[in-house]
C-alpha cells in the first residue's frame, strides 16, 4: 500500500514539473516574441513638436492623438472625427471619417441646430460616413486608396504617380472609369506650390478644372509629422502657407467667384514653429 501511495506521488510531482517546465517555455517565447516585435517597431517625428491642440480664440477646437510611434491616430472637434490605422511598416492602412450629417443640410435650421451642439462627434454617437483603405507597391509607395461609403455600391479609388519621391499624379476613377487626375509640384524645398485638377469626360479630353497655387514663409511646418496620411500639401509641406490662391475654370453663375485668396500671417515660439495664426487660431504642442 505504501509502495502505490509513493508512486502515485511521483507520478503527480512528475506531471507538475512537466507543467512548469510548459510554463517557462511559454514564458520564454512571449517574452521573445515581445522583445522581437519592440526592436521591429520604429518611432517617427522624435525631432518634431506634435501638435496636441488647437484654440480658436481660446476654445478648444480641435485635438491629435498619436501612437507609440508618433504617428497621429486621431483627429477630433465638434463636427467630425477621424481615426487612422497603421501596419507594423508604419504605412496607413485606413482611414476612418465620421461627420455630423447636419453640417450638409440644406435646411439653415438643422444647420444651426448642428453649430450649436454641446457633445463632439465619435463612433459612439455618430454614423462612419467613409472608409479609406491603403495599399502600397513593392517599393513601399503608395500605389491605391480606396474609398467606402455605407449604403453606396460604386467602385470609387484613387491611383498614385511618383516623381522624386514625391506624388506627382492622383487619379481618381468613379465606376472604373477616370473621372479626374490631380497633378502636383513642389518646390526645390518639397513644398507643394501648385495643385492642377483636370475633369475627363467621356469623350476622354482632359479639361482643367482648378488649380490651387501656394507661397511660404521660412519656418518649420507642425504638420510635417502627419506626412504619412499620404496627402501632398499641408501634410507635406516643410514650411507654412502664407499665401493660397484658388481658381475655378469651369463655367459658374455670376454670383461664385472664380478667384479666391486666403492669407495668413503666424506668430513663432523660440524654435521656429508657429503657435498663433491668424490672431485667433493659437496651436498648442506636446
Request: glycine share 2%; charged share 25%; hydrophobic share 30%.
Amino acid at each position: 500500500m505504501k509502495q502505490k501511495i509513493r508512486n502515485s506521488d511521483s507520478i503527480e510531482l512528475y506531471r507538475l514539473n512537466i507543467m512548469k517546465r510548459i510554463v517557462l517555455l511559454l514564458f520564454f517565447a512571449l517574452m521573445l516574441f515581445s522583445c522581437e516585435k519592440e526592436t521591429y517597431l520604429s518611432v517617427e517625428n522624435s525631432d518634431i513638436p506634435l501638435l496636441s491642440k488647437i484654440k480658436v480664440d481660446g476654445k478648444l477646437f480641435l485635438e491629435y492623438g498619436y501612437n507609440y510611434a508618433n504617428l497621429v491616430t486621431e483627429e477630433k472637434n465638434k463636427f467630425h472625427y477621424t481615426r487612422h490605422s497603421y501596419n507594423d511598416d508604419n504605412q496607413l492602412k485606413t482611414s476612418e471619417f465620421y461627420m455630423d450629417p447636419a453640417m450638409f443640410s440644406s435646411d439653415s435650421r438643422v444647420v444651426e441646430a448642428s453649430m450649436n451642439r454641446k457633445e463632439w462627434v465619435n463612433p459612439d454617437n455618430t454614423a462612419k460616413s467613409l472608409t479609406q483603405t491603403f495599399d502600397y507597391n513593392d517599393n513601399g509607395q503608395l500605389a491605391r486608396k480606396i474609398y467606402t461609403r455605407p449604403s453606396v455600391n460604386n467602385s470609387e479609388y484613387s491611383e498614385f504617380t511618383f516623381e522624386n519621391d514625391r506624388i506627382s499624379r492622383q487619379t481618381l476613377y468613379w465606376q472604373n472609369e477616370m473621372s479626374f487626375y490631380i497633378d502636383y509640384i513642389y518646390d526645390e524645398k518639397g513644398n507643394l506650390i501648385k495643385e492642377s485638377k483636370y475633369h475627363v469626360p467621356l469623350t476622354g479630353i482632359a479639361e482643367l478644372w482648378t488649380t490651387n497655387e501656394y507661397e511660404y514663409d521660412t519656418m518649420h511646418n507642425p504638420f510635417l509629422a502627419f506626412k504619412r496620411l499620404m496627402s501632398p500639401g499641408k501634410f507635406t509641406n516643410p514650411n507654412n502657407i502664407t499665401k493660397e490662391t484658388y481658381t475655378l475654370y469651369f463655367e459658374v453663375d455670376q454670383w461664385t467667384q472664380k478667384v479666391s485668396v486666403i492669407s495668413n500671417t503666424y506668430e513663432y515660439n523660440d524654435k521656429d514653429y508657429p503657435i498663433k495664426v491668424n490672431g485667433e487660431a493659437e496651436y498648442v504642442y506636446k
